[in-house]
């Protein structure tokens, strides 16, 4: 059987760990925040009525595609692109390719930085790796103007976030919205965790404060994590509604 990814991959690795895959998640939901084209995510009406879930479904849809065998994995990416076509269809207007281009850079830099902040440095073919997974689900969906290889993403990555990023209303609204559903400790926490990952554009714009006392947490947890101890703290820290499909993640 081929798999979409290969089975001794360090993307099955980064998206085989749940509290790594949380990270991803944390990550996109602030630069979600900031996206020229996040009203595109307000059009349906799903995102501002629940953002974790909203944002919850798409870190979803990319692990369904890591592990799947490589027909079933097609398949799937196929159904997301058809969802954004019924979308555009149901606006009368196209979402501008540089917005689709946005997700996909957001899930490469964020499998890569939630990795590193949680485990260890990734070398450069790990890297590599983990653009050319998603440069290939970025091909297979009909993106116009990827880059070719990792360093022209870094640049492109780079100009991206110069160019597409803006606080708004909207910027506003779905931070309102996380501390709603999340309730003030895990929005705290989500907050201090955003600003260790996210690109300093990201954190400057979104003003995110200083990471204070985040970093002995982190540190204590990767500890934790060292001994397969984590678990226990990390769930207790889980929305009721997502824990058992968070806990599902984890395959380590």
Do not use: C
Not at 65 to 94: C, M, N, P, W, Y
Not at 144 to 154: D, E, F, I, M, S
């Amino acid at each position: 059987m081929k798999f979409f990814v290969k089975e001794d991959s360090i993307v099955r690795k980064i998206w085989g760990s749940a509290d790594t895959t949380l990270f991803i998640f944390a990550g996109s939901a602030a630069e979600f925040a900031l996206n020229k084209a996040v009203d595109w995510l307000y059009f349906t009406g799903k995102l501002p009525a629940d953002p974790l879930g909203r944002l919850f479904s798409t870190v979803t849809y990319a692990r369904q595609i890591i592990f799947a065998e490589e027909g079933a994995a097609l398949q799937s990416i196929d159904k997301i692109t058809a969802i954004h076509k019924g979308v555009e269809h149901a606006r009368g207007a196209q979402i501008p390719d540089w917005a689709y281009r946005d997700v996909l850079f957001m899930l490469i830099d964020y499998s890569i930085r939630s990795f590193e902040l949680l485990d260890r440095e990734l070398t450069h073919a790990e890297k590599v790796e983990v653009f050319n997974v998603f440069y290939r689900v970025g091909l297979r969906m009909g993106l116009t103007g990827l880059p070719a290889n990792y360093v022209q993403w870094k640049q492109m990555r780079e100009e991206h976030l110069q160019d597409n990023l803006a606080q708004s209303t909207y910027t506003y609204h779905l931070y309102q919205q996380y501390r709603k559903h999340l309730g003030w400790l895990r929005y705290a926490l989500l907050i201090k965790v955003q600003l260790m990952l996210v690109p300093p554009r990201v954190g400057d714009q979104l003003n995110l404060g200083e990471p204070g006392w985040i970093k002995p947490i982190l540190n204590a947890y990767r500890f934790l994590r060292r001994l397969k101890v984590e678990a226990f703290l990390r769930n207790a820290l889980l929305p009721a509604e997502y824990k058992m499909q968070i806990m599902r993640m984890d395959l380590r």
